[in-house]
């Protein structure tokens, strides 16, 4: 069964800075996707960004971008000039690219705080 | 982008009763919708996956005489929690996909379920 790993429970950034949360997974599949969803105070999952693991190339969104390691099985994502927004819970996930259902496997999140 | 609604946001109940929550897509056809149960601070966990037309498919350990769930339209996917009680307090997240090699998921903004 495939598993995802956040480690961190909670983790803190000063304004401007840099932050890079860790996500690690488990899989025998070799066709998947990996994402990472942002859950605010107002609880609506928002997608940050998105990796189809045939792609070797990282994903980037704007201030947001990921260091997919396929053999590692890591997909951490980094979060650059970090803004008083930016804080929520951010979850990683995991979704089968096979799968008809397209079910998803989330981990078990961490908190990010911004401080001014 | 895609817009998922949910109805009730909130809802208190008493004991024993039921209460029915809608997930609707509202700008695109939904073949499959997805129910999550998420505690605070914790992760979001997979109640049922329910195709159009079809019976859903229950994750382990959810009972589906007590989470039921019809997915009539591509458009509306309903959850009854039925026989409330306090455990079953919760907030509760749909979300809605569509079959397709992306096959993006696009969230409701959960609802906030209390039993008295």
């Known amino acids: 069964a495939q598993t995802v790993t956040q480690s961190q429970p909670e983790m803190s950034v000063q304004e401007a800075e840099t932050v890079t949360l860790s996500c690690t997974y488990d899989t025998s599949e070799s066709d998947y996707y990996l994402f990472w969803y942002k859950q605010p105070p107002s609880r609506q999952m928002i997608l940050v960004i998105r990796q189809e693991a045939y792609k070797q190339q990282n994903a980037t969104e704007n201030r947001f971008s990921v260091n997919f390691q396929k053999a590692a099985k890591s997909f951490s994502l980094k979060i650059s000039d970090s803004q008083l927004g930016d804080a929520a819970m951010y979850f990683c996930?995991?979704?089968?690219?096979?799968?008809?259902?397209?079910?998803?496997?989330f981990g078990q999140g961490t908190t990010l705080q911004v401080k001014p | 982008g895609a817009v998922v609604s949910q109805h009730p946001s909130r809802v208190i109940c008493k004991s024993g009763t039921s209460v029915k929550i809608e997930c609707r897509s509202l700008d695109f056809q939904a073949t499959t919708m997805f129910w999550y149960r998420q505690f605070p601070k914790k992760s979001l966990m997979l109640m049922a996956t329910?195709?159009?037309?079809?019976?859903?498919?229950?994750e382990q350990g959810v009972e589906k005489d007590k989470f039921l769930i019809n997915h009539a339209s591509l458009t509306l996917s309903t959850l009854t929690v039925t026989s409330a009680h306090p455990e079953d307090s919760s907030f509760y997240i749909c979300s809605a996909g569509n079959t397709g090699r992306s096959y993006e998921q696009y969230f409701g903004p959960g609802t906030r379920l209390t039993v008295t």
């Open positions: 996930a995991y979704r089968n690219g096979s799968s008809n259902t397209g079910k998803l496997i």
């Open positions: 329910s195709n159009e037309g079809s019976k859903a498919t229950y």
